[in-house]
């Protein structure tokens, strides 16, 4: 079987060494530079910053060992920081006891160790889908390099919602649909750089106040070198309504409201919006696959969101994919 996994996150990157691992040929296309989607870093001159994913959780067992596995590898590690509520303790607080793992030395390191041992080509942005033109299968046209001559027989999108809608709906209408209906908040990220360290008494903070909605001292997770860096996290309404504002106006208002809780103006930072950060309500179907035009999908909207769930329904839609015993979850 050959598969294209289409999109380098830890979705596509779980799904690709799942279905390596049962005989696949496996040929993973991203558009970016590097892997890892989301759970992705930034540097700078002598600093970065983990300006997406700020840690994962491991609830399910499956995943549990996965991060384990991480671990023995020295590509996560347990972040134990002091974490302070700020404004209403009653809407986000932190939950006791629980335990949160990062990338080491940043958030990127476990789709990297991933990627290692599977075949991915980055810069490669998928622009359509094309199906083959003698027999079954499909092929990938791309904005670098054209149409991929490959001819593979399944075809499984790991990216958000609605970048799965348009390589959907000539061929896949259903499926397209329900992308379509998975809305994709936008999130305000900035990142603080301090020649001093700041001086407060807290490593992270949930904000319940806009427009900050966390803040944390990236510096203060394990394995992290450099200039001592903050990253501030703006409210997921808060940034949709300011999503298409000036950066700077943004910049300002950010970090008037770290002041406000006890930060301080940074020596120099650097701000990034993000398009599709999470979703309002993810699905829990896990995956979706259709073996009828062999096209499926998997993704953190797929699975109630965030990390874990990304590689867990990237596992399940390769668990669907060699079974061949699932309908498509419509
Ligand atoms: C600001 C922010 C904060 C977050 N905080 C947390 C947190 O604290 N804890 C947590 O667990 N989760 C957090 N998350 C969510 C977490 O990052 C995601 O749930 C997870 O990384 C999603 O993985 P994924 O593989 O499903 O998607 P992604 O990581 O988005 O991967 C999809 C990949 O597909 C690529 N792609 C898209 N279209 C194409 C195309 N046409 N051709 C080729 N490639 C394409 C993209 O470039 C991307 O690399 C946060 C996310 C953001 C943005």
Redesign the pocket.
């Known amino acids: 079987m050959n598969t294209l996994i289409?999109?380098?996150?830890?979705?596509?990157l779980s799904c690709a060494t799942s279905l390596q691992s049962l005989g696949h040929n496996v040929l993973v296309?991203?558009?970016?530079r590097g892997v890892?989607?989301?759970?992705s870093t930034r540097r700078g001159d002598d600093w970065q910053c983990d300006?997406?994913?700020?840690?994962?959780?491991a609830r399910d067992p499956v995943f549990a060992a996965e991060v384990g596995r991480w671990m023995q590898a020295g590509v996560a590690a347990l972040w134990s920081p002091r974490i302070s509520v700020f404004g209403d303790a009653d809407a986000h607080h932190a939950e006791a006891g629980l335990l949160r793992y990062v990338g080491c030395p940043g958030m990127t390191a476990p789709a990297r160790f991933l990627a290692e041992n599977l075949s991915v080509q980055t810069r490669?942005?998928?622009?359509a889908l094309k199906p083959a033109e003698r027999g079954a299968g499909w092929q990938a046209m791309t904005l670098e390099q054209g149409l991929l001559e490959t001819v593979f027989d399944n075809v499984l999108l790991?990216?958000?919602a609605p970048?799965a809608v348009p390589?959907l709906s000539a061929h896949h209408p259903l499926l397209a649909d329900i992308a379509a209906h998975t809305t994709m908040r936008g999130?305000w990220?900035m990142m603080l750089q301090f020649n001093e360290p700041l001086a407060v008494s807290f490593d992270a903070g949930f904000v319940n106040t806009d427009p900050l909605r966390w803040v944390c001292r990236n510096s203060s997770k394990p394995g992290r070198t450099g200039t001592d860096t903050w990253l501030l996290?703006a409210a997921a309404l808060w940034s949709e309504a300011h999503i298409e504002d000036d950066a700077n106006d943004v910049a300002e208002q950010l970090l008037k409201a770290f002041v406000d809780i006890g930060g301080a103006v940074p020596t120099s930072w650097t701000i990034h919006r993000?398009r599709?950060?999470?979703m309002l309500a993810p699905l829990a179907t896990g995956s979706l696959w259709d073996p009828s035009t062999r096209i499926g999908l998997c993704?953190?909207?797929l699975h109630g969101?965030?990390?874990?769930?990304?590689w867990l329904?990237g596992k399940d839609l390769a668990d669907r994919v060699s079974n061949e015993q699932h309908e498509c979850a419509l």
Do not use: C, N
């Open positions: 289409i999109g380098a996150g830890i979705a596509g296309v991203e558009k970016s890892a989607g989301r759970m300006h997406g994913a700020q840690y994962f959780t490669t942005t998928v622009s790991a990216v958000p970048q390589l999130s990220a996290h993000w599709y950060a999470d993704g953190d909207w969101g965030k990390v874990e769930g990304a329904s």
